[in-house]
């Protein structure tokens, strides 16, 4: 049973959930936060689906093993493609969330009838995305984008970069 002390852990390849983090503090204030970014093996939109898969078990594994963790956020597009079942199989009495594609959100708003998607090649291919396109996707035109350096460019702290 979890405390209400216990930590809202947030989990990525690399810094990019920390925009995810800074909305769950303004959101949740009174809560207790633990960021794992796991930079050493960033990015991993480039990574076979099985090794995402094995990098994301073992963070959770570690994050569970050694704090008391309440709820684990999934704040990696790729990683909740590859794992999130996984997790959620592996952790069937804890609270898992994961970051869904933004389909939903962007086709129920779009003014053009046209959304744009940038994100890793593993995330556009996996079974996440596949299924908030064709849940949302029939009303709207969707233009998919692999963000090839993107990510790299986020860990760096570059995305406003003229590159970029």
Not at 136 to 160: D, P, S, T
């Amino acid at each position: 049973m979890s405390d209400k002390h216990d930590y809202i852990a947030v989990f990525d390849s690399g810094v990019g959930g920390i925009s995810v983090l800074r909305h769950l503090v303004k959101q949740m204030p009174g809560e207790r936060y633990l960021y794992f970014g796991d930079s050493a093996n960033a990015p991993y939109g480039s990574r076979p689906t099985q090794e995402v898969r094995d990098l994301t078990l073992a963070a959770a594994e570690k994050l569970y093993r050694e704090y008391p963790v309440k709820a684990l956020v999934v704040a990696c597009n790729t990683a909740t493609a590859a794992a999130i079942e996984d997790l959620r199989r592996a952790y069937p009495d804890r609270i898992i969330i994961g970051i869904e594609p933004a389909v939903k959100p962007a086709a129920l708003t779009t003014k053009s009838g046209v959304i744009g998607v940038l994100a890793t090649k593993r995330s556009l291919e996996g079974d996440h995305f596949r299924r908030a396109e064709e849940k949302y996707g029939a009303e709207v035109r969707i233009l998919k984008a692999v963000g090839e350096g993107f990510v790299e460019a986020v860990e760096n702290n570059e995305e406003q970069s003229p590159e970029t």
